[in-house]
T-cell receptor, first 110, second 121 residues
Framework: QSALTQPASVSGSPGQSITISCTGTRSDVGGYNYVSWHQQYPGKAPKLMIYEVTNRPSGVSNRFSGSKSGNTASLTISGLQTEDEADYYC??????????FGTGTKVTVL | EVQLLESGGGLVQPGGSLRLSCAAS????????MSWVRQAPGKGLEWVSAISGNGGATYYADSVKGRFTISRDTSKNTLFLQMNSLGAEDTAVYYC??????FGAGQFDHWGQGTLVTVSS
């Protein structure tokens, strides 16, 4: 159960768009449309931002969008705002009937 | 309003045991899968275990299989995690999370505030 691979950090200026990748294998990300994305501020519990690759829970800004191509899922934040500065984690269902998280990405708003 | 309140964390010696609890409210507890997720100090999220709504199916990460047991009491709307043979690598904040009706969708739609488990002599 190796963690999914994410870039350690991504940065952007206010108003720009950034994309965070989440790379797995065909036994997890590539095999199922069960990829979720979570936002976490320091010292706080995570918050669900995207589920089943592209779906946004009620209350989550439409500036957040998800997609997937092959074994890589992506989270795009458009119109970057200072409040988006946080850690982001992807997660996926796996062929072993388990869940796995990504390594995490720190988003910095310049 | 969905609320998840963890308890039971603390300091435990290597090789020891601890039982975490998560009191749930604001939703029909038996209709949803539940999960435990942990985060070691300064590290990322790690999925630990999940259980189906009726408690009939349980799932574990390889790192805890055989040592941890997840269970739920629907009469008390409470989720549990029995942790045995604890080692330093189990030191983490443990979060209780509500999933959707099927755990595999990974729809962690609500999280507790976490409880800290420290394994040290």
């Amino acid at each position: 159960q190796s963690a999914l691979t994410q870039p350690a950090s991504v940065s952007g200026s206010p108003g720009q768009s950034i994309t965070i990748s989440c790379t797995g294998t065909r036994s997890d990300v590539g095999g199922y449309n069960y990829v979720s994305w979570h936002q976490q501020y320091p010292g706080k519990a995570p918050k669900l931002m995207i589920y089943e690759v592209t779906n946004r829970p009620s209350g989550v800004s439409n500036r957040f969008s998800g997609s997937k191509s092959g074994n890589t899922a992506s989270l795009t934040i458009s119109g970057l705002q200072t409040e988006d500065e946080a850690d982001y984690y992807c997660s996926s269902y796996t062929a072993s009937s388990t869940l796995v998280f990504g390594t995490g990405t720190k988003v910095t708003v310049l | 309003e969905v609320q998840l309140l963890e308890s039971g964390g603390g300091l435990v010696q290597p090789g020891g045991s601890l039982r975490l609890s998560c009191a749930a409210s604001g939703f029909t507890f038996s209709s949803y899968a539940m999960s435990w997720v942990r985060q070691a100090p300064g590290k990322g999220l790690e999925w630990v275990s999940a259980i189906s709504g009726n408690g009939g199916a349980t799932y574990y990460a390889d790192s805890v299989k055989g040592r941890f047991t997840i269970s739920r009491d629907t009469s008390k709307n409470t989720l549990f995690l029995q942790m045995n043979s604890l080692g330093a690598e189990d030191t983490a904040v443990y979060y209780c999370a509500k999933l959707g009706q099927w755990f595999g969708a990974g729809q962690f739609d609500h999280w507790g505030q976490g409880t800290l488990v420290t394994v040290s002599s």
